[in-house]
């Protein structure tokens, strides 16, 4: 049971313009999210966070938006840029699972120059 | 650079036997945690301590182990292995162990051959 899934395997942005990622998770526990990004032979990056009694972060390019009654959050890169390019995964944890991540699948995001 | 330390990079070991995964932690953060990421799986949670003490466990074989140790860093023990068990094995840290974003090392590929 895939309790945090990204439905997009990947995604094409122009330069510029805005990407969007999307994550819906199943399990009505988790109370933190995460989005991190990844680079081939690299570890995932710590991107932005969000707690569940928000429903909007914002860090500079990136704003990461949840819908708790959707059960769906979104990562918004404005404007996108070629370096943005990477595999974006989405995760969540619960206060009582001590911070044990579980990631969605991944989505790799293309900017075309 | 995350500030936590692998090691080592690679490894290519043969069935049957038996290797240490080792993980130096950021200063500072007590918990770490370790993550399998194979092909078809996604990252997985494996395990986390805190301050020494097993925290959390996820879908962990019984022939893996880990520790952490005085000092904070952490290794995983990795036996009788199998063809399956090739992955990239991540280490992450965090200074608590709830609800806090986690850094994550450049990771182990183990080939199991």
């Known amino acids: 049971d895939q309790q945090v899934k990204q439905n997009s395997p990947s995604l094409s942005v122009q330069e510029g313009r805005i990407s969007i990622l999307n994550c819906d998770y199943t399990?009505?526990?988790?109370?933190?999210f995460l989005w991190y990004k990844k680079y081939p032979a690299e570890g995932p990056t710590f991107l932005i966070s969000i707690s569940s009694i928000k429903d909007k972060n914002e860090d500079g390019r990136f704003t990461v938006f949840l819908n708790k009654s959707a059960k769906h959050l979104s990562l918004h890169i404005v404007p996108s840029q070629p370096g943005d390019s990477a595999v974006y995964f989405c995760a969540a944890t619960d206060d009582n699972a001590g911070n044990m991540l579980t990631f969605g699948g991944g989505t790799r995001l293309m900017v075309k120059p | 650079d995350s500030g936590v330390t692998q090691t080592p990079k690679h490894l290519i070991t043969a069935t049957g036997q038996r290797v240490t995964l080792r993980c130096s932690p950021r200063s500072g953060d007590l918990s770490v945690y370790w993550y399998q990421q194979s092909l078809d799986q996604g990252l997985q949670f494996l395990i986390q301590y805190y301050n020494g003490e097993e925290r959390a466990k996820g879908n962990i074989l019984e022939r893996f182990s880990a520790q952490q140790f005085p000092d904070l860093h952490s290794e995983l023990n990795l036996s009788s292995l199998e063809l399956g068990d090739s992955a990239l094995y991540f280490c992450a840290s965090s200074v608590s162990g709830q609800n806090t974003e986690a850094f994550f090392g450049q990771g182990t590929r183990l080939t199991v051959v």
């Open positions: 399990n009505s526990m988790f109370d933190y």
